[in-house]
């Protein structure tokens, strides 16, 4: 799927017999750049108006995205007066400082709110993944009765919106004393069908014989998924992983639904529902948000290939 | 496909040959049945049983009783709680609010995403940048989102109305005045959610064959021809897709609403996700809330029925 310059962004074509790395690259790179600009007159003509006009858009819609984060970032680094004065200032009179983010800090909640959603989301991830893959390979590979039928259910269940659902399971973490918990956030999350219709895609198209030489050999089908096909698996699991992570991350309605107590909140439900004591303060607010900001921006720097991959060529979201 | 399988006893430890000639033609990756498939199965089902079906089952049980938060008895009230919803203005009014709300934000989620990936899937410099500034919103928490654009739409100190303010314009109340507040939560939607559909298009787009524009280029169609009569009918079945993942997404709007104007002012931005919420959590009225998301999961359904439907007439 790559980038939109396709064959290139594999990354460093074969190096030459004799060529230094950094030949390699270099041709790379020219290769890349002829491809854009080949693709650039295909689709925006030959001319140079075309692409003046298209840079010009893709600019002005770039700056009204980045403009919002851009200002919360500016604001959180203003003393309350400046941020709250009318008419607008967009330069602060007593200077920059860090000093929402101090107090944010010092407040304390939002690093253990932070740390709630790393649990939550590390146990909903891997549950879903583990529960998800194992089922997935049986759909795919294994012959058993009621396995349409189950399948079927699965797919079927794509439909049903986790949102429906909470009145009842909020009745049911009351029954099970899960409610108001840790757990009792994570567990309703970890059924995704979708992730096992797409796991269960992915397995199809490994070749057969793969394992059939591992069975030769007398592995049973536990030995076979874990040393063949989960190995041969590892992109499909990462961008479902990246997915499931950012989805548990993010989700609001849920956590909200069950949690009480500020201290098993997480931090959507956190930074959304507890609200400064002293009334609004805007550059504490946009501090906070910041710093709720910033996990998962940090996971997308790190995976932002698999993450674009992973999203876009399984169709999976929303909100 | 898979019926001849069947035929072969389970745990035969020695396969005929002919049967294994015939599995292979069967689609090659049947084995004969066994009982590990139920293994592998287990702990899915398990979750999937406890967590998707059950409460299924049991909203739908509640939905026929007055259970509520607060008293543990409940009596079986048949569908008196389907009626009452059903003649509920409050309830008509936060479905038509969400219907307005996906009409509203759907178009626009569609028509600027393909725009931004159009642009950035023409190779134009700099890449990683567009991407990265189109599609981080929609990595923020919803409370994050709404956090900013709470300020942003702020009255007296709000960058929007400042920025009003400076060119001499009246200031507008985004999410004060009921005809305005549900087309500001629809911009701050399509800012936070666009670069979904972004990716959707961008991965769709690249698998274009360039020989189709490489043969319409030789037959001296423009750049304004070339994206009306290769990428874009290219692009219906994505469109569609898209369409309907935006559409059944809309539908299930509540967060950023709920953070940004609590359903308000004046309930005009209320949607009926918050409707079950408010008669469940803040009404207690768990059975009448239930019987409200059978009502809304009847739409979600329908709503996918239908764009089946109009795919399939499409096709044929």
Redesign the interface.
Known sequence: ??????PAATPAAPTAPGGSPADGRARARAQKKR??????S????PGRK??VA??L??AV??AL?????A??VL?SFKAEAD??????KFWPDSGWTAEAYRSVLAAGDIPLWIWNSVLVSTIVTV?TV???A??A?????????G??W?FGL?VA?I???P??????????MIALRLSDTLLGVA??Q??M?LM?IVMKNFF?QIP?ELEEAARLDGAG??RV?FAVVLPLSRSIITAVSIFVF?SA??N??WPF?VTNSPEIMT???????VKNAYGVQ?AS??A???I??LP??IV?MLF?RHI?RG???S?M??? | MTTTATNIPADSPGVPPVAATRLKAAGGRQRPASKTGYWFLAPYLFFFGLFLVWPIIYGLWMSLTNRSLVTERSEFTGFSNYAEALSDPQMWSSLGNTLFFTVISSVPLVVVSFVMAYLVYTGLKGQWIWRLTFFAPFLLPVSVVTAIWGFLFTNDFGLINGLLDRAGLSQVGWLSDDQVAMWSIALVTLWWTVGFNFLLYLSALQNIPDHLYEAAQLDGAGSWRRLFSITLPMMKSTTGLIILLQALASLKVFDQIFLLTQGGPNGATRSILQYIYDSGFIGYRLGYASATSYIFFALIVLVSLAQMWFAKRKDS
């Open positions: 799927m790559a980038t939109a310059t396709a491809e854009a600009e080949h693709l650039r295909l689709t925006l003509g075309g692409r298209a840079y858009v893709v819609l770039a995205w980045a403009l919002p984060l200002w919360a604001s941020v709250s004065a009318a008419p607008l549950i583990t529960i998800s194992l089922a390979y049986a759909f795919s590979r294994q012959k058993f009765r396995r349409k189950l699965t269940a439909m049903v919106p949102q429906i659902l909470i009145v009842p399971l909020f009745d049911q567990l309703p970890v059924v069908p096992v199809d057969v089908d536990f998924f950012i991350w993010n609001f309605l639904i931090i959507p439900v956190g930074l959304g529902t805007y607010e946009m906070s948000a910041m709720g900001a998962l921006l997308f932002q674009i999203f876009a060529t169709g979201g929303g909100q």
